[in-house]
């Protein structure tokens, strides 16, 4: 269906088309809408036993990167050795287009800039250990031939707002919004590239090309810099083979004198319905991603972004299966720097929802630029969450409404989008409070950005210093979990000055644990064995007991993996590398339990022990020196499948040299 663009004040039919692969993502879920937005991501699927084998097969490409042309190939040749032997691959994926077959890698097309293509080649092993590797290939930009008149113009979209009386999408208020920062090429009859430019903060362009030759002019959905501070990020159809969006223009003489032309991205909305293409959606899912980009390089003028990649499609829905089909289930970062977002007419449709497009962004800078140890899963504002989950998910919120300067986030579906709800990461009423809450966190994280001072609040600190200890490398490398603690704790070490007051944010939400780890934390959530956050082993010391809870839910509810005491955290410490046996013993509850546990060190699993069920886990490994942390839980209380059921249990937990 056709959408309309004045040139020269005369109207004419536009489409969205699709332009070449932009490759794709791929990972564990790590993400979700938050607090009540009926996120379902999925939990991850049951790890493989490693007992005997725990090295990952080792991947490479010779060479590991290649500059090659537009169009051209490159040779580079992966390969995967394993200590026991390699049972899959390596395969090889690629992402911007490039190909890559029996060792030979095709260009892709260039275009205004460079385009930096990354190929990951992985392998398996039987003891489903996986390797892989990087093969990162540059293709420069298109040489454009020079021009002598010039085209100019502003491209814009339509921008659906809030009904705040209802939290759905207002779309009488509509307004027409500058595309800030997208491409903008100017095209032959054949479509070979002539000129380009990139909207400014008003979304005007202008180009240069040759007298009387018939040019288009093209929106692309991308936003991409390649000096200073460097992102690309664009927008792609997850059900059209990953291509990218984009806005066509007509086909018209450039003539003897310079001209105007406008670009217009409608939502296609009827007035009741959808009617017509949604050629608005991607450029909206842009426009608070420029405003995330131009906050933090405001901050940091020398940050890289790696490349970010938005997958929206109308198809887009709360269904379980393949992506390509628009199985997405939620919005949601599934790694590697995609991000999902649904576009279910009458259902749940998030292009608009600014907050949910940056909570879901706010996953990709914790991977990509910082750390994240979150395992995902359902989470509302009122669940005792494992408090990685807390922390990534109350920063999801609380970056969201930094980014738009706004505290309400705003979640719209149902019928015309029509209703929805609400959030006010600012509000510090929360129940239960505490560090396992992203309500708390989110609270305690807008209170250290934004200017209102409300209950014990009295920072004013901004974007800086979050973004500071987000990407400190004290933060980034720490040994334990990622946590409100170690955020706290961060943020006293960076900003000494503020520790106070940090101290009364977090006190004012019953968080009162210290350092990193939050030795002495007395708010347990009403829930017994939780505390201490980490219990303490020592190699040949006494065991330490710890105990996992598990939830029976209903069998039409997400499973439960991510709650308050399905796991417990251990830390040890080791002094002198060498041979160490790791031990979890039954000591209470069913004897049909079954004991498992995962070693992590600086945040990376180095081993993961789960064997069949039994009254004991137990794994003889060698270790180097080190701090190391485990994550110990009943494989039944994690809802991963399986025929136990969820229930109680407390274990014994030792390390012996």
Not at 128 to 141: C, E, F, H, Q, R
Not at 466 to 482: A, K
Request: contains cysteine; charged residues 15%; aromatic residues 8%.
């Amino acid at each position: 269906m056709d959408l309309k663009v004045l040139l020269n004040n005369t109207a004419l039919a536009l489409s969205v088309v699709i332009l070449a692969s932009c490759g794709g993502g791929g990972g564990a879920s790590t993400g979700g809408t938050p607090s009540g937005g009926g996120a379902v991501v999925p939990p991850p699927p049951p790890p493989p036993t490693v007992f005997g084998d725990i090295i990952a097969p080792t991947v490479s490409f010779s060479p590991s990167t290649l500059t090659v042309a537009s169009g051209a190939t490159g040779n580079a040749t992966p390969s995967a050795t394993d200590n026991v032997s390699v049972t899959a691959g390596p395969t090889v994926t690629c992402t911007k287009g490039g190909r890559f077959s029996n060792g030979v890698f095709t260009a892709p097309q260039s275009r205004c800039f460079a385009i930096t293509s990354v190929c990951t080649a992985t392998a398996q092993d039987a003891a489903g250990n996986i390797g892989s590797a990087i093969l990162t290939v540059t293709t420069p930009p298109k040489s454009l031939p020079a021009g002598d008149r010039k085209i100019s113009g502003r491209v814009t979209f339509d921008r659906v707002p809030f009904n705040t009386a209802t939290n759905g999408l207002n779309y009488s208020a509509t307004s027409r919004d500058a595309a800030r920062g997208v491409t903008v090429e100017a095209l032959d009859a054949t479509g070979n590239l002539l000129a380009c430019d990139v909207t400014d903060g008003s979304g005007n362009y202008d180009v240069e090309v040759t007298s009387n030759t018939d040019v288009r002019i093209r929106a692309r959905a991308e936003m991409v810099q390649t000096s200073g501070p460097v992102w690309d990020v664009t927008v792609i159809d997850n059900t059209s083979n990953n291509a990218l969006y984009a806005l066509n223009g007509s086909l018209a003489s450039s003539g003897n004198v310079d001209s105007t032309r406008n670009l217009h991205a409608a939502s296609g909305w009827g007035g009741s319905a959808y009617t017509s293409t949604r050629a608005a959606a991607p450029f909206a899912i842009l426009n608070p991603i420029y405003d995330a980009l131009q906050k933090i390089a405001a901050i940091d003028s020398n940050v890289v972004f790696p490349p970010a990649e938005f997958g929206w499609s109308i198809n887009n829905r709360a269904a379980n299966g393949n992506v390509a089909d628009g199985e997405i289930q939620t919005s949601s970062y599934t790694g590697n720097g995609r991000i999902n977002i649904l576009g279910d007419a009458d259902v749940d449709t998030d292009e608009y929802d600014d907050h949910v497009i940056v909570h879901e962004w706010g996953h990709y800078f914790e991977d990509q630029l910082s750390r994240s140890d979150s395992i995902g899963g359902t989470h509302t504002g009122s669940d005792r969450l494992d408090p990685r989950v807390a922390l990534g998910e109350g920063f999801g919120n609380a970056i969201s409404g930094m980014v738009t300067d706004d505290p309400f986030y705003r979640d719209s579906g149902g019928t015309a989008q029509s209703s929805g709800f609400s959030i006010n990461v600012e509000s510090n009423s929360v129940t239960p409070e505490g560090w396992f809450n992203e309500a708390s966190v989110q609270s305690i994280l807008y209170d250290i950005y934004d200017d209102a001072d409300d209950g014990v609040d009295t920072l004013s600190l901004g974007l800086g210093p979050i973004y500071n200890v987000l990407t400190d490398p004290e933060y980034v490398g720490q040994s334990v979990f990622t946590t409100i603690f170690s955020f706290l704790d961060e943020m006293r070490a960076l900003e000494p000055a503020s520790t106070s007051a940090v101290n009364a944010l977090a006190n004012g939400q019953s968080i009162n644990g210290t350092g990193k780890d939050g030795v002495g934390e007395t708010n347990s959530g009403s829930t017994a064995n939780s505390l201490p956050v980490y219990k303490v082993a020592n190699v040949n010391g006494a065991a330490v007991r710890i105990c996992s809870a598990g939830t029976t839910s209903p069998a039409s509810n997400p499973p439960l993996f991510n709650k308050l005491r399905n796991r417990n955290y251990v830390t040890f410490t080791v002094g002198n590398a060498g041979s160490h046996t790791v031990m979890m013993t039954r000591v209470s509850g069913s004897t049909s339990r079954d004991p498992d546990f995962i070693i992590y060190q600086n945040g990376q699993p180095i081993l993961r022990a789960e064997s069949a069920p039994g009254e004991r886990e137990a794994v003889t490994v060698s270790l180097p020196a080190g701090e190391y942390v485990v994550d110990a839980y009943d494989f039944y209380n994690l809802g991963l499948g399986g025929s136990g059921l969820p229930g109680n249990a407390c274990y014994d937990f030792e390390i012996t040299r």
